[in-house]
């Protein structure tokens, strides 16, 4: 885990740290270079401060800008790729390609369904976590989000949530109602089912661990599962099968979507103003 954080940290930041420093050797100001490369410039300070992970275009006319030869296109390339855990890249891969995604969480809202400020206040529990890792990996959590709005259409995604990640204050109230009130917008979304498993439910066979099934076309139905120190791939057919069997009991066990948002609405209210 140490090689993963220097690394989270050495990518992003190196972008950001390279490009803050030929701007300025330039004697460009943000907006300067926001009017060569065509972007704004509360972009270029969003990178700057590793809010935001570049995209390709935004690296080639840096580079372009600034006749750097492809070092900003290297370095965007080593960006997106590392604020993400080297145990979880290949399944962010595959996330991306999806055509339609089951997830299960039975303690937290599922990453690809966070807030800025809830994801900020679940990465920052890590034990040891330095700011600037903690930035990166913010970041690229939101990145991965892009998926929900992928050109040429989004995957299908069904999340079954446990109650009890409804009613964890994390990252506070305020937070945690923006939290919930953005899940409950995001169960209006017609390619998006959200269920949940309320508490009155008991015991049940997802207390065991989160996981996520993705379908993928190419590569039919993989598996991925969490745990506390990383997460592995599953491509085993038999293995999967009994996966998506746990998550099809889960989701009989699950409220109906329009029920399972009121309970979302209500949990929310109650974390509004007293």
Known sequence: MANDRDETRSGLALFAAELKAVRSKAGLSRDTLATQINYSASLIGMVESMQRVPQRDFAERCDE?????????????????????SWFRPYAEIEAMATQLRLFEHSVVPGLLQTEAYARAILAEQPA?????????????MDRQAVLTRPGGPPLIWAVID???????????????????????????PHVTIQVVP??????????GAFAIADVDAAGEIAYLDTVTDGYIVESAAVVARIIL????????????????DLIMK?????GPD
């Open 65 to 85: 800008a600034f006749g750097t030869a492809g070092t900003f296109t290297r370095l965007q390339q080593a960006a997106r790729a590392t604020p993400l855990p």
């Open 129 to 141: 976590i330095q700011e600037d890792e903690l930035t990166a990996m913010v970041t690229a959590r």
């Open 163 to 189: 109650e009890s990640a409804l009613t964890r204050a994390v990252g506070g109230a305020k937070a945690m109602q923006e939290q919930l009130l953005s899940l409950a917008h995001m169960a209006d979304q």
């Open 199 to 208: 508490l009155s439910t008991g015991g049940h066979c997802g207390l065991a």
């Open 246 to 261: 746990t998550f099809d009991t889960l989701r009989a066990e699950a409220l109906p979507r329009g029920a399972s948002k």
């Open 267 to 271: 949990r929310a209210e109650e974390f």
